[in-house]
């Protein structure tokens, strides 16, 4: 068994999780912007997790 064999079968159907996962911790960090009150940055970063999310029903 090669190393890709292992990647196909234990890596690539979680990336969806994985995905998710990342996409609350951006969510996490843009609240966390935008209640030290930059605006801009907070927004940027929950935009960026919703994208993530839409990008993991897409894999899904």
Request: net charge positive.
């Amino acid at each position: 068994m090669n190393s890709f064999n292992a990647f196909d079968r234990y890596v690539l159907p979680h990336y969806p999780l994985i995905i998710v996962i990342v996409a609350l911790l951006f969510l996490y960090v843009g609240v966390l912007y935008y209640r030290n009150g930059s605006t801009v940055a907070g927004f940027g970063w929950m935009i960026t997790a919703v994208v993530a999310i839409f990008i993991a029903g897409f894999l899904h």
